[in-house]
């Protein structure tokens, strides 16, 4: 039986909260984190050194932007953040970007697919940075973000130089896309 127009009386004063979406947005957070690296093994300091070449320099940067990419990532924005402090319009535009990179990159449980194409973790990190940097130098903050992007990137490559790639074990899969920015799938 029910009651049309009836007022519904609930014996909660608040809404009640869908436990179900706290719990895969909890699962999703924990598989999305899941993805970085340990921040202990990227500060093993039993595997700094400095490299014996050039090349070899070249070859443990890009291994270990490779394996580190996303804590790469964190500690760029992390530079950022601060760097912003005192422009709050630029720090609230951060804050939107940080929300879309959190969606787009670091939570996303399946690869993004547009017009056919997926499109990989690699260019999605690029096309998201390039547009954060776009964004937050419209917000006359020119100077602190430039300092900030040169410090996170000094930071990173001085991390990369530095940290030995012997013990860094990527996945066959991982390494396959890092050649390719886009992969088409076969049309149903």
């Known amino acids: 039986m029910t009651n049309y127009g009836a ?54 940067i890009k291994t270990n932007l490779a ?13 950022i953040f601060f760097s912003l402090i005192w422009h709050p319009t630029s720090l ?9 990179w959190i969606f ?20 999605v990190l690029i096309v998201l940075s390039v547009l954060t940097v776009v964004l937050l130098l419209l917000t006359n903050a020119t100077f602190n973000i430039v300092g900030a992007l040169v410090t996170g990137a000094v930071l990173v490559l001085i991390h990369a130089v530095v940290r030995k790639t012997e013990d860094l074990f990527l996945d066959e899969e991982a390494a396959t896309t890092e050649t390719s920015g886009l992969t088409s799938y076969p049309s149903t």
Do not use: C
């Not at 609230?92 to 879309?100: C, E, G, R």
């Open 104 to 123: 787009l990159y670091f939570l996303r449980d399946e690869p993004i697919k547009l017009f056919r194409y997926q499109i990989d973790d690699r260019t």
């Open 7 to 60: 007022i519904p009386t609930s014996s909660h004063a608040s809404p009640v909260v869908d436990l179900e979406s706290l719990s895969r947005a909890k699962h999703r957070i924990k598989a999305g984190l899941a993805t970085r690296r340990p921040w202990r093994v990227m500060f093993d300091f039993h595997s700094m050194g400095l490299p014996h070449s050039v090349s070899d320099a070249f070859t443990r």
């Open 92 to 100: 609230i535009v951060f804050t939107v970007l940080v929300a879309v």
């Open 67 to 79: 394996y580190f990419r996303m804590n790469y990532a964190i500690v760029v924005l992390i530079v």
